[in-house]
């Protein structure tokens, strides 16, 4: 597909996985177009929405969903060498995506998803889980949070991350996936700021905080475009 679906709001994507029927409201209250990852056309079906569009190699979604959809909103991608969160990814353009569905159920379905958001740090892009909401970090994130709020950091690869406003300093840390990682942070009460020096540190909130979140997201830089995604 060469043209993306793009829109000057949010887009909601959603997955073959776990999604619930909460977090797809959760998601579609602060972005509110629907575009759907293969099966994922049929979970939004039976929750009662209609995606704009559905994305993938079209191996999971049924011959019902195909039908609802029709002909038109149905962009098939035949590559096997990515997977339906990169095909949507791909498809769509909006200045947030919140994705659900991509996690959750297999662990390897939640690996591949993480690891298709490392390799968009371009984007704001944000994982609710059902459980976590999870993103990378933007080079400079500034967001108010409740006292004791929980704020996970983990790294993908060695990286550091400057911060103020958390219950443990991150500053003088070096951290690394096979040593120091940083989950079960706090905040203290009020503002919180992050400054990751690479693209490489997951941030993990809790469901309540998408409010902060996007609001202080949408300020906030975005990391270049990595070489292959311009």
Request: net charge negative; hydrophobic share 45%; glycine share 10%.
């Amino acid at each position: 597909m060469v043209a993306r679906f793009a829109k000057s709001q949010g887009i909601t994507l959603v997955g073959g996985g776990v999604p619930s029927r909460d977090a797809l409201a959760r998601a579609l209250n602060i972005a509110p177009h629907l575009v759907a990852a293969d099966g994922g056309a049929d979970a939004a079906l039976g929750f009662g929405y209609t995606p704009d569009l559905a994305v993938g190699d079209f191996d999971s979604i049924s011959q019902s969903a195909r039908a609802a959809l029709g002909p038109a909103r149905l962009h098939h991608n035949p590559d096997q060498e990515t997977t339906d969160f990169d095909k949507v990814l791909a498809a769509v353009e909006a200045p947030l995506l919140v994705a659900v569905g991509f996690s959750g159920g297999r662990m390897d379905h939640t690996l591949a998803a993480i690891s298709t958001m490392a390799q968009n740090p371009h984007r704001r892009l944000v994982m609710d889980t059902g459980e976590d909401l999870c993103l990378i970090c933007p080079p400079a994130l500034t967001l108010t949070l409740p006292a004791e709020c929980r704020v996970s950091l983990y790294p993908l690869a060695p990286v550091r991350c400057a911060s103020t406003g958390l219950s443990w300093a991150t500053d003088h840390h070096l951290f690394d996936p096979l040593g120091r990682i940083g989950t079960s942070n706090a905040a203290r009460g009020g503002p919180v700021t992050l400054r990751p020096a690479g693209p490489r540190m997951l941030l993990m909130l809790p469901l309540d905080q998408l409010g902060a979140l996007t609001d202080g997201w949408a300020d906030a830089p975005l990391w270049p475009a990595p070489a292959r995604a311009q």
